[in-house]
């Protein structure tokens, strides 16, 4: 099912870039790239690795494995409007609603067959506890080895040497397990990959950081998230490069992602991953956009190619989703001010616990920096849940606050 | 209402390394999820994470806490890590967060003897001694007498006491100094004669993570059972006997020992994806089990995401289960009696 519908996708986009002459918006080549990462993992022709979130996707790339985080296909079934039935099949067999849908969908889709069998799995401690679980579930459902990386809270040499050790080992692992020998040159490559999209990835943040934002609410939606997936790439590269330059294009040409920008918002953790009214209501209505989405940032330095465990593991360390909220609070307000953003969205996905769990903390840390918070109560991955007009009054609520708030500034 | 202990660090998780926090000349105060203070956790942390953490922030919340040096956080999952803010929020004061690995190989055991190595420095500063290979023997001989008083009562010759008299015990004894403790556990031998060798009850195994005091356990038993043996967070995991020649003793010994000791379903070996079900079936079987409950603190993912494949081994291999999710008072097990009562009429 999800196989077809990722061939039926790459071949629709490639018929219409075809249909254009050639030409094609940066949004349409990252679809193409996430269609043909889904054909990849489902054609049955490429050894699949199933992941946590903050696995090393560029030095998994760079042996050869497709590599995914398993709540991909939680965002898939969400937006193909397919979750609702694949979660009956995980609560069918006793997985608790309290559980995090991302997961929830994961565990059905297993259950259903409508995963690719791995050859192995790589589980990350961070982000959640919940996405270990699912992980270990997957490894004994499919019979197949799992390697579980602890990623330390802190980024102290010994910490990062650590992580780094582990990486090391899961190398061994990796290529033990699927018979992939181990090229030094191949990650090098890769790594070198990745410093260029980094680079390019920096300048995209810059631009789109400006007044008025060059990005619509759903230019960068899960943006980094999805690209991490790519990292290591010779595609990753090119897809940043074109983003970078639209965004020049459109910064010179004086274009805003949103015509007549009034209001800048930072949207907290993930999107909704269903089809969801929010976004265009928030631009046709009150002239708002999502400027900046949590992980769409850099904050990780370049990594040396030569000898690379270090640096990525340093990054695995960094993601804002480690560590004690302070340090994700910090990494917010600095979105926050950088992006001179006016309001904050954060999707409390029901059964997260990791970033939904922090709600008041972040709320408050936020207002710190005089920017208020619309916590929505959302499943983000089932849409059965999902009432549109309690979403509109909260929205239009928060909207009128922002509003009022501004004028009372500059009447001040 | 809270009395001043002074000398005393907090704890919230069953991983704390006691051995370590005695070795510093702390006394570890456990601080249990109980509290007639208000609910007011819910400010600072959302509606989804586990009552445990919650009603520790809301002691917090109320100052319902005895005077403490400092508290010890684990990074044992999501909740606690959360709590451990928002408590560095709400309370402040001396706060540390130890890193905890999820499996016991090589590596991980450095590293965890590593933040141990941390957490002796940390609890130093907080006036505690210097942890010297001679101070964490005796912390770790100190454990053990523990461990080893209270692995007697489970034993209690020639037939057992009640698992709430056990449970009891294990409550005092993480709220006390050592002492104390083992005058409690002395006192529970010499005080009590509750046989039950006789009694047909059926025999049911326990397990999951945080069950709250002996009446958890007295209300299970009220309704029939007689708890052979349990395996959660509050009982037999707090307590763990380390095994080690004096000459062994080291961070390292004591990181070993805690990684691979007793586990809940937070901790696992990747070689044995889902262990903790095929574990579990075999402490039900060990302890001459007809039965077993689960119970498990609302919203735990650790469990809510082992369960389903426990239930199935547990089906399949015809030992009968009844999972149960509580809000840590005993006033949920209470609501549970029902369902209790015609489990162990199933069993009979
Ligand atoms: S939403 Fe939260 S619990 Fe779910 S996968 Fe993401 S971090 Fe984990
Ligand atoms: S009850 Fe579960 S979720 Fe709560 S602190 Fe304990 S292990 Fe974590």
């Known amino acids: 099912m999800l196989g077809q519908y990722f061939e039926s996708l790459e071949s629709g986009i490639l018929s219409s870039i075809e249909k254009d002459g050639g030409k094609a918006s940066p949004r349409k080549l990252y679809a193409l790239e996430i269609a043909r990462l889904g054909r990849r993992l489902y054609d049955g022709g490429h050894k699949v690795a199933w992941c946590g979130v903050a696995a090393p996707f560029d030095l998994l790339n760079a042996m050869g494995l497709t590599s995914c985080f398993v709540e991909f296909v939680g965002a898939m079934l969400a937006s193909t409007g397919m979750a609702g039935n694949i979660i009956e099949q995980a609560d069918h067999w006793g997985y608790s609603s309290d559980a995090c849908s991302y997961h929830r969908s994961v565990t059905g889709a297993a259950l259903a067959g409508l995963m690719p069998v791995p050859e192995i799995l790589v589980g990350t401690t961070c982000p959640c506890t919940g996405g270990l679980g699912v992980i270990e579930n997957l490894a004994r459902h499919f019979g197949k080895p799992l390697f579980v990386l602890n990623i330390p809270q802190n980024d102290t040499v010994e910490d990062v040497r650590y992580l780094a050790d ?102 907290i953790q993930n999107r909704i991953q269903f089809k969801n009214p929010i976004e265009k209501m928030l631009e046709d209505e009150f002239r708002a956009c999502i400027v900046i989405d949590e992980l769409n940032d850099i904050y990780w330095d370049p990594i040396d190619p030569d000898d690379p465990f270090e640096g990525i ?82 929205i239009e609520a928060f909207m009128e606050m922002i509003g009022s708030n501004r004028s009372s500034r500059r009447d001040s | 209402m809270s009395r001043p202990i002074p000398g005393h660090v907090g704890y919230a998780c069953s991983y704390t390394p006691l051995a370590l926090v005695l070795a510093s000349g702390f006394t570890p105060y456990r601080v249990l999820p109980v509290t007639s203070g208000p609910d007011q956790a819910g400010l600072h942390l959302h509606d989804n994470l586990c009552p445990h ?47 905890l690995p999820v499996n016991g190989l090589s590596r991980s055991v450095d590293f965890f003897a590593r933040e141990l190595g941390r957490l002796a420095g940390i609890l130093e500063s907080w006036g505690g001694d210097p942890v010297t290979p001679k101070r964490l023997a005796s912390g770790i001989a100190a454990t053990n007498e523990i461990a080893n008083a209270l692995a007697g009562l489970e034993n209690h010759p020639p037939c057992g006491l009640g698992g709430s008299v056990i449970y009891e015990a294990y409550t005092a004894c993480a709220t006390s100094p050592p002492a104390e403790a083992l005058a409690f556990v002395k006192g529970i031998v010499g005080s009590r004669s509750t046989s039950m060798a006789d009694s047909d009850a059926p025999k049911v195994f326990v397990f999951g993570n945080v069950l709250v005091g002996s009446e958890a356990i007295n209300l299970i038993e009220a309704c ?39 586990a809940c379903a937070r901790t696992f070996d990747p070689a044995r994806p889902g262990g903790i079900a095929l574990d579990m079936l075999e402490a039900a079987r060990g302890c001459g089990a007809r039965g077993a409950i689960c119970h498990t603190a609302k919203f735990c993912d650790p469990y809510l995401s082992r369960l389903p494949h426990i239930r199935e081994v547990f089906r399949k291999e015809g030992m009968p289960l009844l999972v149960l999710e509580g809000d840590c008072t005993a006033r949920s097990i209470g609501q549970h009696s029902t369902r209790i009562e015609a489990f162990l009429e199933m069993l009979r």
């Open chain 1, 166 to 267: 582990q990486l090391r080992d899961l190398v061994g692992f990796a290529s033990g397990h699927t018979g992939i020998p181990f090229d030094q040159e191949r990650l090098t490559r890769a790594i070198e990959n990745t410093n260029a999209a980094r680079e390019l990835f920096v300048e995209i943040f810059d631009l789109a950081s400006r007044v008025p934002s060059p990005a619509s609410s759903k230019d960068l939606n899960n943006f980094m998230i999805s690209l991490a997936l790519l990292l290591g790439t010779r595609e990753c590269v090119d897809l940043a490069r074109a983003f970078k330059d639209e965004f020049a294009r459109r910064v010179e040409t004086g274009s805003a992602g949103v015509k007549g920008e009034e209001i800048r918002l930072l949207w």
């Open chain 2, 53 to 99: 953490v919650k009603r520790i922030l809301d002691r917090a919340l109320a100052g319902d806490l005895p005077d403490m040096a400092g508290m010890i956080f684990m990074n044992s999952c999501d909740p606690m890590r959360r709590l451990a803010d928002a408590w560095t929020k709400v309370k402040g004061g001396n706060v540390a967060m130890v890193d």
């Open chain 2, 224 to 262: 029939g059972a007689r708890v052979a043996l349990e395996d959660t967070c509050m009982g037999s995991r707090m307590f763990r006997r380390m095994e080690m020649a004096e000459g062994e003793v080291s961070f390292t010994a004591l990181a070993r020992a805690i990684l691979s000791g007793k």
């Open chain 1, 313 to 394: 593991a340093r990054r695995c360390i960094l993601i804002p989703f480690n560590g004690p909220s302070s340090r994700r609070i910090e990494h917010l307000k600095k979105l926050a001010l950088t992006y001179r953003v006016h309001g904050a969205i954060n999707p409390c996905n029901w059964g997260c616990r990791q970033g939904t769990g922090m709600r008041g903390l972040i709320e408050a840390g936020l207002r710190e920096v005089g920017v208020p918070v619309l916590n929505l109560e959302v499943d983000c991955v089932d849409d059965r849940k999902f009432t549109e007009g309690q979403f509109r009054t909260r």
